[in-house]
Structure formats: C-alpha cells, structure tokens
C-alpha cells in the first residue's frame, strides 16, 4: 500500500503507527496512515483487516512506571 521510496512499516509491523500520515482528522481524533491503519488520539488503532489494538504504549520510563 505504502508507495513512498522508503516503505513505512506494514500493517502487521510492530512499528506500524510510525508510517506516514495519508489522512489527517484532527477534528474527530484519528489519522489515517499510508499502511492502512487508522490511529486514534487516545492511542488505539485499528488495522486493516478490522481488528483493534488498545493502547499499547508506555510514556513513562521503565523507572517511572514500576512505581
């Protein structure tokens, strides 16, 4: 799907939400990506073949989030 001359991460990739933005929404809190995948504001994402990733990111530094 993704056409640029250095490939964003495909769908299935961990690194996913990193490609480029096709469609941006701000206004409704998701963006599009060039690899299918539409990333919410709140960090959920739904992939192309219809299934959700919750949020899956940790902010904090591995020290801060033991406490």
Known sequence: MCHHTTPCPDAVNDARDL??????????????LCNGVVLFDDDGELL???SAVRRHHTWLTPELASR
């Open 19 to 32: 490609a480029a933005v096709a469609s941006s929404h701000p206004e409704q809190g998701w963006s599009l």
């Open 48 to 50: 192309p073949d219809g």
